[in-house]
Structures are given as structure tokens and as C-alpha cells.
């Protein structure tokens, strides 16, 4: 099979205050693994909904096998072959892995009951397609992100879908699950189906796409095969500028100790944990999935609370029984899951950006609306958050615009021991430069950063120090300039091997 199984012409959405896509063109062959990457607000969410019929373009044409369609909405789009696998994946976790993949498709018998006979082997055998064996039967919400991503695609073969989208689909994956993805994408491909990739990850699309295209503001910079692309050109197509370091890591002078944990334990998801933090310092948490850490990070928060243990701020003990009494211990926990647990996405971004110490901008009872409007406008410039207004719903927003004002929330509060758990999931290497700008900034001021990253990139760039957990144990702790600071060591470590230093 060749030719382009679908096309994009010349195509400009619009909405209030901004253009969304400016003449953009993108078409897509069968058989190719496309790679789609731009910095947040560069148009890709637009152009995702433009050709599966959630929006319709302002101007130019939706093509498929060469025939103008114009989609009334996403039914549309899915009668001529074009499913998209979203990075919040559309999973009824209640429900069986038959039913989530014949949800609102099912499948009846002659007395006009549900043929789950017919529609469990039509799930079973989908699945084992793509080397995923299981029991139709099963609650989807036992299984891992992996398998949950797995039904998704899942559902486009059982619509027999000619153009698979795959926004960020390794953003909640480990190692082996987003491995045991590019598998079956690559499978896919072997049978023609077109496939849109869409990623931050940057050497993703050097192992897994074809060909790369680069958005920036809504227009087409560039389409290449990834082959004659490097890392530093994708980049500079990106951001319209070269960036040299991308982990600028600050030098601060490290202060006295600021938390302190002891034992801390709660069963079934870490145990006896026990490290120091300093002012001024960055503290990586590294390991695979399921290791513990965004659980331990809960517990200090007391969103969950520990079982037992010890935590001190300032060298005194303090008993943080909820997330309010660690607000009042000048601890901020800026959460991996920013769209349930960060944001209030029904609300403008000026209400977001403010919530956490609304207390502070009161006149007596009152709140008070010109100093709320003025703190909002200062961090929307402060954060360089792209949005026409303040006014604007963060629902609306892109995922890194979304993070900044998760950030924002947090850092006009007088905090001195920021949580940062996945803090550039999801967003581009501009957005995240600014990202660990601001964490410079905390540091710089004397405050006290717990990092969680599964980008050991990330982690090996930023932090002072890192300590390895495997399955809810410390596995080990490396100091930056010890010979033991490395991606080798560290990944030594979580996978059950020891470090010493």
C-alpha cells in the first residue's frame, strides 16, 4: 500500500485571541510512523481534534484516500478509519476489558441480548495480536497503564482503523510498558495502518518514527525523516532558537537541614524510609515504576497518611496529620496527576493560581479582587503561561501552560520544602527549561526541592543528590560528583543491585 491515506491542506483554526493552526499542512502515508512534536501551545491538541471531527477548520481540507471529508464531529471521523489513543486514556476501570473494548459498540444475539460468547473471542484475539494475552473477563482496572494503553489501541483495530493517533502515549509508562508499546505500534505498522506519534520524548522519535514533523505556533516548520534529524536541530526547529543546556543547573550553597524523615513506613507501600533534606538543595527520587516514591511523597503531604514514623521540619518533630497542617508547615506538593489532583480545570486560570493562599488576599472577610487579579497577571508573565487572559479556562490550556499554573499556585506561597513529583511530564523541552528555572529560583532563595523524575536525564541534570528506591525500600543514595553519579549506577540500583559509595 501507498499514497497518502490522509491529509491535511493548508488548515487555520481560530479561537478567541488566538490562532490555533496557521495554514497547516500534515499528510500521513500507510505503513508510516509519523513523529509530531512542537512545544506546548505549538497546535498539535488542535490538529489531533481537527482530523478525528472535535473541531473544524476555520479554513483548507480534510483529506482521506484523497477524498475531501468534512467531519460534524468525532463519529465522523471514526466511520472512516481514525481512532486516537489520548494520553488520559478513555478506561472505564470498573468495567471488564470486553466491555471497555465494546463500550457503546456492543454486540447483540438473536433474542437481543449482549453476546459476550462472541465478543470476549473477538477481545481475546485483538489482544493476542498485539502479544497482549488475558481473560477477556477481567476488571480492566487490575491491570497496569501498559495493558489499560493496550485495549485502547485495542478498540481502533476492533474499528478496523486505517490512521492511528497516539498522543503521548508513554507519559505514565515505565521502561518495559513503553517498549512493549513501540512493539506493537511497529507491529501496526507492518500491517498498514498510518500512525500519528505524537511526543516530548525526544529520542522516541530517533527509535520509533519514520519521518518527523515540527510545529511551532500553530504553522509547519518541517517535515524530515528522523534519520537525517539530530537532538540539538529538532530542538532549534522547536523553540526557534538553540538551547545549549538543557538542565541548567544552579550552583546554591547548601544550608542547614530542612526535613527530616525517620522510619517513616506505611505498609504495602514503603518501608522504614529515613534521609535528610537541605536548604538550598535538590533531592532526586529515582526508580521504576511501583517503586514507592510518589506514595512516600503522599505521606509526607498527608495526603495518605503513614503508618508510622517520624517526620521533622527545622529540626523539630511535627505531626502533619493532613495537607492543610503541611501547607501550615511551609510544605507544597505540586502533584504528578495535575489535571484530577492540581488544577480545578473548570475554573479560570486567575482562580487556579490563586487558590492555595487566598487566605493572604483578603481585606478582612473579603476577598480581595483587584490584588487576586494583579497576583494573576504577574504570574502569567512571571511563568510566560501563553494565554490570551487570565480569565481563561485551565481547562483550555496545554498541558505544559496547565503545568505552569500548577507551579504558579505554589510559588507565591511562603513554602520552604517544595514536593515536585513529575514536574515536566508531558511538556516540552522549552516549557521544561522554564520549569527547572523556577526550581533554581526556590533553591536560590534558601528552599528545600524533593524532586521525582523518571526521566534519570532529568534527574542526573538537576539534582544534588539521588536516593534509589525499588518496591518501597531505599536501595541506595549518590551524591553529584561521586563516581557512582550516573544513569548506570542508579538504574543498578533500581533493579535491585546495590550502590556503594
Same mark, same amino acid.
Given at each position: 500500500?501507498?499514497?497518502?491515506?490522509?491529509?491535511?491542506?493548508?488548515?487555520?483554526?481560530?479561537?478567541?485571541?488566538?490562532?490555533?493552526?496557521?495554514?497547516?499542512?500534515?499528510?500521513?502515508?500507510? %505503513?508510516?510512523? +509519523?513523529?509530531?512534536? #512542537?512545544?506546548?501551545? @505549538?497546535?498539535?491538541?488542535?490538529?489531533?481534534?481537527?482530523?478525528?471531527?472535535?473541531?473544524?477548520?476555520?479554513?483548507?481540507? *480534510?483529506l482521506?484516500?484523497?477524498?475531501?471529508?468534512?467531519?460534524?464531529?468525532?463519529?465522523?471521523?471514526?466511520?472512516?478509519?481514525?481512532a486516537?489513543?489520548?494520553?488520559?486514556?478513555?478506561?472505564?476501570?470498573?468495567?471488564?476489558?470486553?466491555?471497555?473494548?465494546?463500550?457503546g459498540?456492543?454486540?447483540?444475539?438473536?433474542?437481543?441480548?449482549?453476546?459476550?460468547?462472541?465478543?470476549?473471542?473477538?477481545?481475546?484475539?485483538?489482544?493476542?495480536?498485539?502479544?497482549?494475552?488475558?481473560e477477556?473477563?477481567?476488571?480492566?482496572?487490575?491491570?497496569?497503564m501498559?495493558?489499560?494503553?493496550?485495549?485502547?489501541?485495542?478498540? @481502533?483495530?476492533?474499528?478496523?482503523?486505517? !490512521?492511528?493517533?497516539?498522543?503521548?502515549?508513554?507519559?505514565?509508562?515505565?521502561?518495559?510498558? @513503553?517498549?512493549?508499546?513501540? +512493539?506493537?505500534?511497529?507491529l501496526?505498522?507492518?500491517?498498514?495502518?498510518?500512525?500519528?506519534?505524537?511526543?516530548?520524548k525526544?529520542?522516541?522519535?530517533?527509535? *520509533?518514527?519514520?519521518?518527523?514533523?515540527?510545529?511551532?505556533?500553530?504553522?509547519?516548520?518541517?517535515?524530515?525523516?528522523?534519520?537525517?534529524?539530530?537532538?540539538?536541530?529538532?530542538?532549534?526547529?522547536?523553540?526557534?532558537?538553540?538551547?545549549?543546556?538543557?538542565?541548567p543547573?544552579?550552583?546554591?550553597?547548601?544550608?542547614?537541614?530542612?526535613?527530616?524523615?525517620?522510619?517513616?513506613?506505611?505498609?504495602?507501600?514503603?518501608?522504614?524510609?529515613?534521609?535528610?533534606?537541605?536548604?538550598?538543595?535538590?533531592?532526586?527520587?529515582?526508580?521504576?515504576?511501583?517503586?514507592?516514591?510518589?506514595?512516600?511523597?503522599?505521606?509526607?503531604?498527608?495526603?495518605?497518611?503513614?503508618?508510622?514514623?517520624?517526620?521533622?521540619?527545622?529540626?523539630?518533630? +511535627?505531626?502533619?496529620t493532613s495537607?492543610?497542617?503541611?501547607?501550615?508547615n511551609?510544605?507544597?506538593? *505540586?502533584?504528578?496527576?495535575?489535571?484530577?489532583?492540581?488544577?480545578?480545570?473548570?475554573?479560570?486560570?486567575?482562580?487556579?493560581?490563586? *487558590?492555595?493562599?487566598?487566605?493572604?488576599?483578603?481585606? %478582612?472577610?473579603?476577598?480581595?479582587?483587584?490584588?487576586?487579579?494583579?497576583?494573576?497577571?504577574?504570574?502569567?508573565?512571571?511563568? +510566560?503561561?501563553?494565554?490570551?487572559?487570565?480569565?481563561?479556562? !485551565?481547562?483550555?490550556?496545554?498541558? #505544559?501552560?496547565?503545568?505552569?499554573?500548577?507551579?504558579?499556585?505554589?510559588?507565591?506561597?511562603?513554602?520552604?520544602?517544595?514536593?515536585?513529583?513529575?514536574?515536566?511530564?508531558?511538556?516540552?523541552?522549552?516549557?521544561?527549561?522554564?520549569?527547572?528555572n523556577?526550581?533554581?529560583?526556590?533553591?536560590?532563595?534558601?528552599?528545600?526541592?524533593?524532586?521525582?523524575?523518571?526521566?534519570?536525564?532529568?534527574?542526573?541534570?538537576m539534582?544534588?543528590?539521588?536516593?534509589?528506591?525499588?518496591?518501597?525500600?531505599?536501595?541506595?543514595?549518590?551524591k553529584?560528583?561521586?563516581?557512582?553519579?550516573?544513569?548506570?549506577?542508579i538504574?543498578? @540500583?533500581?533493579? %535491585?543491585?546495590?550502590?556503594?559509595?
Amino acid at each position: 500500500m501507498d499514497g497518502n491515506v490522509i491529509e491535511l491542506k493548508n488548515v487555520t483554526k481560530r479561537f478567541p485571541g488566538v490562532v490555533a493552526l496557521d495554514d497547516m499542512s500534515l499528510s500521513l502515508r500507510c %505503513g508510516e510512523i +509519523r513523529g509530531l512534536i #512542537g512545544e506546548n501551545g @505549538a497546535g498539535k491538541s488542535t490538529l489531533i481534534k481537527i482530523l478525528t471531527g472535535v473541531y473544524q477548520p476555520d479554513e483548507g481540507e *480534510l483529506l482521506r484516500d484523497g477524498q475531501a471529508y468534512s467531519f460534524k464531529g468525532p463519529a465522523d471521523a471514526k466511520a472512516v478509519g481514525i481512532a486516537c489513543v489520548y494520553q488520559e486514556l478513555n478506561i472505564v476501570k470498573e468495567l471488564s476489558i470486553t466491555d471497555n473494548m465494546f463500550l457503546g459498540n456492543y454486540i447483540k444475539n438473536k433474542t437481543g441480548l449482549l453476546d459476550y460468547k462472541t465478543m470476549n473471542q473477538k477481545t481475546e484475539e485483538i489482544m493476542a495480536s498485539m502479544n497482549q494475552p488475558i481473560e477477556a473477563g477481567e476488571i480492566t482496572g487490575n491491570l497496569g497503564m501498559g495493558q489499560q494503553q493496550m485495549i485502547e489501541i485495542g478498540k @481502533a483495530i476492533l474499528l478496523d482503523a486505517q !490512521v492511528l493517533i497516539l498522543d503521548e502515549p508513554t507519559s505514565s509508562l515505565g521502561e518495559k510498558e @513503553a517498549e512493549e508499546l513501540f +512493539r506493537t505500534v511497529r507491529l501496526l505498522k507492518e500491517k498498514g495502518l498510518a500512525i500519528l506519534f505524537v511526543s516530548h520524548k525526544l529520542e522516541e522519535i530517533f527509535e *520509533l518514527c519514520d519521518d518527523v514533523t515540527v510545529m511551532r505556533d500553530g504553522k509547519h516548520i518541517v517535515t524530515s525523516p528522523s534519520a537525517e534529524m539530530t537532538k540539538d536541530s529538532l530542538i532549534e526547529y522547536m523553540v526557534g532558537r538553540s538551547l545549549d543546556n538543557l538542565y541548567p543547573k544552579g550552583k546554591v550553597k547548601q544550608g542547614d537541614v530542612a526535613l527530616e524523615v525517620k522510619n517513616l513506613t506505611r505498609i504495602g507501600e514503603y518501608y522504614n524510609i529515613n534521609f535528610k533534606a537541605h536548604r538550598g538543595e535538590i533531592v532526586g527520587f529515582a526508580g521504576l515504576v511501583g517503586a514507592g516514591r510518589t506514595e512516600l511523597m503522599r505521606g509526607i503531604f498527608a495526603a495518605d497518611l503513614p503508618d508510622s514514623g517520624e517526620i521533622y521540619i527545622n529540626g523539630e518533630k +511535627r505531626n502533619i496529620t493532613s495537607p492543610k497542617a503541611a501547607i501550615d508547615n511551609k510544605i507544597a506538593f *505540586l502533584t504528578e496527576d495535575r489535571k484530577q489532583q492540581g488544577l480545578v480545570l473548570t475554573e479560570t486560570i486567575e482562580k487556579n493560581l490563586t *487558590l492555595v493562599n487566598i487566605d493572604q488576599l483578603k481585606t %478582612g472577610v473579603f476577598i480581595n479582587t483587584p490584588m487576586i487579579k494583579q497576583q494573576a497577571a504577574e504570574l502569567v508573565e512571571r511563568l +510566560r503561561i501563553r494565554t490570551p487572559t487570565p480569565e481563561k479556562l !485551565v481547562g483550555e490550556l496545554s498541558g #505544559g501552560n496547565q503545568q505552569k499554573v500548577v507551579i504558579g499556585k505554589w510559588v507565591v506561597t511562603d513554602a520552604e520544602i517544595y514536593i515536585f513529583d513529575e514536574p515536566t511530564r508531558g511538556i516540552d523541552v522549552g516549557a521544561k527549561i522554564e520549569v527547572y528555572n523556577v526550581i533554581n529560583e526556590l533553591v536560590s532563595q534558601g528552599k528545600c526541592v524533593l524532586l521525582i523524575s523518571s526521566e534519570l536525564q532529568e534527574i542526573l541534570g538537576m539534582c544534588d543528590r539521588v536516593i534509589v528506591m525499588r518496591e518501597g525500600y531505599q536501595k541506595g543514595e549518590v551524591k553529584r560528583g561521586s563516581d557512582y553519579f550516573d544513569q548506570e549506577s542508579i538504574m543498578k @540500583a533500581a533493579w %535491585g543491585g546495590d550502590i556503594y559509595e
